[in-house]
C-alpha cells in the first residue's frame, strides 16, 4: 500500500507512487548505420515536488564498464503535471503570482479531469544537455504511464533525433521504464529499458 504524503497538491496525487529516488540498471539496443550499439547502463532517477502542482524530474545514467570502471552517459531534466489549461490560479507566467484562488484543490476537482479510460491526461516536460528538449503528452493510468512526443527542439549542433515514446510502469515495487525513439534516420523503435528500485 502507497502512502500519500499530506502535503502534496491535489493535482499530483495520481503521479505520488513516482516520488522518491530510483536506481537500477538497463539495457540500449539501438542500430546506427549498419552497426548495432548494445550496452549495459545504470541510472538514478528523482522524483521530487516543491509544493507546486508538478513533479520535478531528474536522471542521470551512465554505462556499466566491463572493468568496474562505469562512465558517465547523460542526464536529463524536467517537470510532469497532468494536462489541462492554465488558469488565473496558476501562477505563471514567468515569475507572475496567481491572481485568484488555485484550481484543481482537493480530490473531487482532480477527478473532473480524469478521462473515460479511467486515467488523467499527462504532460511532461524533457530537457537533455545535448540540445534537445520533449514536450510529451499522455496518461496516467493508476501505476502505468504511456507518454509520446507532441514536439521536440533541437538546436542546430544537435543530433538527428525526431520522436519518442516513454513507458513507465510500478511492477513489484519497481520502477520499470521502456524508451521508443526515431533518431539518426531511424523510424521510431525500441532504445532502451531499465528496472529500477526505490533507494530512497
Known sequence: MREIPADLPSEIVPLS????????TGVIDYPIGDEKVSHE????????????????????????GENGEDEPLTAET???RLERPREDGDVGPGLLPRRGTAPFVGVDA????????????????????DGVSELYLGEVN????????????????AQNYSAATRMYG?????????????????????????RLAKVD
Open 142 to 157: 493508476g501505476p502505468r504511464i504511456d507518454i509520446g512526443t507532441d514536439a521536440v527542439m533541437r538546436s542546430a549542433g
Open 110 to 129: 482532480v477527478e473532473t479531469l480524469r478521462r473515460p479510460s479511467g486515467g488523467f491526461p499527462l504532460e511532461v516536460s524533457i530537457v537533455h544537455p
Open 78 to 80: 524536467g517537470y510532469w
Open 41 to 64: 547502463f545504470g541510472q538514478r532517477v528523482s522524483f521530487s515536488h516543491d509544493g507546486l502542482s508538478y513533479l520535478n524530474y531528474s536522471a542521470f545514467s551512465w554505462l556499466v
Open 17 to 24: 507512487w513516482l516520488l522518491g529516488v530510483w536506481e537500477g
Open 170 to 194: 510500478l511492477v513489484d515495487g519497481h520502477l520499470l521504464w521502456a524508451w521508443d525513439i526515431a533518431a539518426l534516420g531511424q523510424q521510431l523503435r525500441s532504445h532502451a529499458s531499465a
